[in-house]
């Protein structure tokens, strides 16, 4: 399902990073687990240095790639599902 356009996700987690190529690989110290974000997963968790909207996200990342909308909001949905299971990020409201 995708996601409100006005949801807003901010990072929950703090983790030791370190980038490999255009991936990273960080460590929740607290859980001790360890993620491999890909390059889209990495610039996503980058962009959410700061408090973001789905619909700016989702906007950023069209910019920036060469996909569809409908596939950037499928894809960008469950990614976000991913790291909110993962306790990585947390929705914090909706505009």
């Keep these: 399902m995708v996601q409100d ?4 996700y901010r990072r929950s987690a703090e983790l030791m990073e370190a980038e490999i190529n255009d991936e ?6 607290n859980q001790g687990t360890c993620f491999g974000f890909n390059s889209v997963a990495t610039d996503v968790w980058r962009k ?16 920036e790639y060469d996909v569809s909308e409908e596939q950037c909001a499928q894809d ?13 990020i947390e929705r914090v409201s909706s505009i």
């Design 24 to 29: 990273l690989v960080a460590l929740e110290p």
């Design 76 to 88: 960008l949905s469950a990614l976000l599902d991913q790291m909110s299971d993962a306790q990585l």
């Design 5 to 8: 356009p006005n949801t807003v």
């Design 48 to 63: 959410l240095e700061q408090p973001m909207s789905f619909g700016d996200l989702k906007s950023q990342l069209l910019d």
